[in-house]
C-alpha cells in the first residue's frame, strides 16, 4: 500500500554557501495547499531559497511541488527555479541533469561549465565578462615588459565594458605578444565574448521590430530565430573558452585538452567564477524566461 504524501518545506540563506536547509515545522499532504502557501511566502531582510520535498503519494503529485524555490526581497511571490540543463558539452549536461540549480551552481568544478551556464541563463554581460576576466588575469605572471602593459590594458578595459558602448580599439584588436598559443586564444576569447553578445542582442532587437512590423512568414521567422540562437551559442561558448585555454596556459606550454593537470586549475578557476558572479544573480537570472533555450 503506497504511503500517504507527505510534502515538507526547509530554507536558508542565499548567501549561506554550504549551510543547512532549516526545516519548517509545518508539513502538507495536500499538493494544491502546499503550492498555494508557497505563494503567500513572502521574505524580509535578505533573499532566501526554499526547498520543497514530497515523499508517498503518487509520482505526478510529487513532480508538481518538489522544486527549489527564489524567495526575493522584491514583494514578489516565490519563483519555481527550474532544473539546469547545462549545454556546454555533454559531460556539463549529464553532470547537471541529477543536481538543482543552486547545487549545480555552488559545486561546479569546472570554471567553463560555470560561465557558459551563466552566459547562456543571460545573467548580466557585465557580470560574465568579469568572471571571464578574472581568469585571463592569473595568466599575467607569464606576461612581462610592454606585453604586461597591454595585457591589462585589455582586461581593464573589458573590467569597465558595459553594454551598448563600442568596443575600444585596443579590446577589438589586442596586439599582445603572449608566450604561448592558450595566452593569445584566452585574450581572444575574452573580446568575443562581448563581440558575440553584442551580436546577439542586435539580433533581438532586430528580429522584435521586424517580426513585429513585417508579419514576416513562418519560413523567415524560423531563420531569425537560428540565427539569434547561434550568436547566443558563440556568446556562451566564447566566455567558456576563456577558462579553457586559460587552464591550459596555467599548466603549460602546448597543453591538449586532455592533460589530466587542467582539472585542478579549472577547479582553482571556477572559484575565481563565483566569486565575481554572486549566487543570487545566477538564480535570478535562471528564473526568468527568455526568448527560447534550455537554462
Known sequence: MAQPLKITFSARPVIAVGYDFSPHAQTYSDPDVALDEIQTLRVSGEPSILRVQAVGGNAQDRKRVS??????IDGEAPRRIPAPK????????????????LEAWETCPDARWLLHAAAWSEVDPRYVVRAASACARTLLVLFNGNDLLRARRVLELAEEWAPYRAIPPELERPSIESPTNNVTWSFGALTRIIR???????????SKIELGAYGYPHYYREQMIKAMKSDRVSYAASAAYVADTAASAAVGP???ASDPRRVPRLR????IVRGQIPTLVVLRAACTPHDGGDR
Not at 522544486?67 to 526575493?72: K, T, V
Request: with cysteine.
Open 268 to 271: 582553482d578557476l571556477a572559484d
Open 196 to 206: 558575440n553578445y553584442d551580436r546577439y542582442q542586435s539580433d533581438k532587437v532586430q
Open 86 to 101: 547545462w549545454t556546454c558539452d555533454p559531460e556539463a549536461r549529464t553532470w547537471s541533469k541529477s543536481r538543482s540549480w
Open 254 to 256: 602546448n597543453t591538449i
Open 67 to 72: 522544486s527549489e524555490w527564489l524567495c526575493d
